[in-house]
T-cell receptor, first 111, second 110 residues
Framework: AQSVTQPDIHITVSEGASLELRCNYS??????LFWYVQSPGQGLQLLLK??????LVQGIKGFEAEFKRSQSSFNLRKPSVHWSDAAEYFC?????????FGTGTSLTVIP | SQTIHQWPATLVQPVGSPLSLECTVE??????LYWYRQAAGRGLQLLFY??????ISSEVPQNLSASRPQDRQFILSSKKLLLSDSGFYLC?????????FGSGTQLSVL
């Protein structure tokens, strides 16, 4: 069965520091992978997606993610975090018509 | 461009009352439509998805139902709300690869 694991429930970083949010998936074939961001009381916004090709994908707001098949991972990164990046982040894998989400990582940014 | 509308944004309902949340998509045809629920501090739970008019798949047995009376309209309903139905409800659509969300409805059942 397909599943997505986000090991970190909550992460705190200082503004200007680098960020890496972890995502591991379980899926038999080549996955389609996504990262979403959710601000409080809002819907989810697509940050980036991976379907095939270059394993390093660029997204909006300065985020990037790297697909590593050997590690079944799709970690999200940002070189320098801004206070406005504080939000909930979700990793997702899609198979057929169904999207499977991780439980999310809550990011706090301190000045 | 495609847009998705979901309403109301917030709703407070007494236990035992009915529910109807509506979602419409513009700018696309024959989208797959989804209803998710997000409990406080938790991830997304897929409730229903639809690949076409009148075609509804339920992921979790519960007090809710869904209907798709038109190609771009998806409705989430309940005849009698329970306290446990409280949460943040999200409608989403996809055509091909990618899932796009509405702004959500915060439902409080008191």
């Amino acid at each position: 069965a397909q599943s997505v694991t986000q090991p970190d429930i909550h992460i705190t970083v200082s503004e200007g520091a680098s960020l890496e949010l972890r995502c591991n998936y379980s899926y038999g074939a080549t996955p389609y992978l996504f990262w979403y961001v959710q601000s409080p009381g809002q819907g989810l916004q697509l940050l980036l997606k991976y379907f095939s090709g270059d394993t390093l994908v660029q997204g909006i707001k300065g985020f990037e993610a790297e697909f590593k098949r050997s590690q079944s991972s799709f970690n999200l990164r940002k070189p320098s975090v801004h206070w406005s990046d504080a939000a909930e982040y979700f990793c997702a894998v899609v198979t057929g018509n169904q999207f499977y989400f991780g439980t999310g990582t809550s990011l706090t940014v301190i000045p | 461009s495609q847009t998705i509308h979901q309403w109301p944004a917030t709703l407070v309902q007494p236990v035992g009352s009915p529910l109807s949340l509506e979602c419409t998509v513009e700018g696309t045809s024959n989208p797959n439509l989804y209803w998710y629920r997000q409990a406080a501090g938790r991830g997304l739970q897929l409730l229903f998805y639809s690949v076409g008019i009148g075609q509804i798949s339920s992921e979790v047995p519960q007090n809710l139902s869904a209907s798709r009376p038109q190609d771009r309209q998806f409705i989430l309903s309940s005849k009698k709300l329970l306290l446990s139905d409280s949460g943040f409800y999200l409608c989403a659509w996809s055509v091909g690869r990618g899932l796009f969300f509405g702004s959500g409805t915060q439902l409080s059942v008191l």
